[in-house]
């Protein structure tokens, strides 16, 4: 079995246990920015609402293999995969089903490393750059298993008032990863998002999330934007629903940020 991080594949938890704040919609449009400029990426949607599979366009009737398949060792992630209409881009979608899988690993071996197993087949690290997984709202088992499975955690972080009270509760939660299953879990970074510029508040909130986490943070943010919000219910990523929106033109600007740290960290 091979190692995903000797075979160049980067697997990227995006996380937040709190929910509403453009989790999901990261995920899909990073993923979408990252496929757009030839990366091959993978989205792995483990939240069992499956709302990345829904904004994908991937009607439920196509969700025979799911992540919940996978990670209970009953398919492969190869054999759930299912292409999206963007090129370079493909899809482990999730149903309702997965909203059982802690209740049935809870007394499994090795129950937190499922997904890091699947994930070092050489059908998945031989054949993607990137792998998004769209963690669920909350610091559950499979929130766990994308943590040990991934080399680092991309936090969602809306310009909101209990903002940094939230992401302490995470950043805790990474390090005991780190400690007990997971030592080279990084930070990815933090993306403001859901930013209003006419709001004093979002000012406040990315001043004080930059002064705790300083260059963690990414300098793109991503605004408050109607037609992030409206693409979900036509089945595409807002770069693909209005690439022009100031919502799009931001995950295009945070796929290049990103790919820009990615080479000075290879370089270090």
């Keep these: 079995m091979t190692d995903a991080a000797e075979a160049g594949v980067r697997i ?3 996380a937040n246990q ?14 979408t920015a990252l496929a757009a400029v030839g990366r091959r990426v993978m989205i792995l949607d483990l939240d069992p609402q ?12 196509n969700r025979a293999v799911t992540s919940y398949e996978a990670l209970m060792g009953e398919a492969t992630l190869a054999e759930a995969l299912v ?7 493909s899809l482990v979608p999730s149903t309702i089903d997965l909203s059982g899988a802690e209740l049935e690993l809870v007394d499994q071996p090795r129950r937190a490393h499922r997904l890091k197993e699947a994930l070092s087949a050489p059908a998945i690290v031989d054949n993607f750059d990137y792998v998004l997984i769209d963690c669920p709202p909350s ?23 209990f ?3 939230g992401l302490s509760l995470l950043l805790r939660t990474i390090d005991q990863v780190r400690e007990s299953f997971n030592p080279a879990l990084e930070i990815q970074g933090i993306v403001l998002t859901m930013y209003d510029a ?6 406040q909130v990315a001043a004080d999330v930059r002064g705790f986490l300083g260059t963690k943070v990414y300098d793109t943010v991503i605004p ?5 919000s409206e693409a979900p219910s036509h089945g595409q990523p807002a770069l693909i629903y209005d690439h022009r929106c100031a919502g799009s033109q931001a995950y295009i600007k945070l796929a290049s940020e990103l790919l820009r740290r990615e080479e000075a960290r290879i370089a270090a």
């Excluded at 292409?83 to 881009?89: H, Q, R, V």
């Excluded at 408050?224 to 992030?228: D, F, K, L, Q």
């Design 12 to 14: 990227i938890a995006v």
């Design 50 to 61: 499956g709302n990345a599979s829904t904004g994908l366009g991937i009607e439920r009737a």
């Design 163 to 165: 903002a940094l009270e």
């Design 198 to 203: 006419r709001n004093n508040l979002s000012d």
């Design 139 to 161: 610091l559950n088992l499979l929130t766990l298993n994308s943590m040990v499975a991934a080399h680092s955690v991309l936090v969602p972080l809306q310009c909101e008032f």
């Design 18 to 31: 709190k929910g509403g704040v453009g989790k999901t919609t990261t995920a899909i449009n990073l993923g």
């Design 224 to 228: 408050r934007n109607v037609r992030i």
């Design 83 to 89: 292409d999206t209409a963007i090129p370079n881009l």
